[in-house]
């Protein structure tokens, strides 16, 4: 059977939203990744 290999959770990203913390509440951002997740779920 296969078996995925556990891998340690990557902060690459940390800090790449910095600029949008303007424009977006926590709650709208939430609602957004909603929404992206939908559309690249298919």
Known sequence: MYER???RFKFD???C????K???TS???QH????WNNVFSG
């Open 13 to 15: 990203w940390e800090g």
């Open 17 to 20: 939203l910095s600029e949008i």
């Open 5 to 7: 290999k556990a891998e």
């Open 27 to 29: 709650v709208e951002l």
């Open 22 to 24: 303007e424009k977006f």
């Open 32 to 35: 957004r990744a909603l929404e």
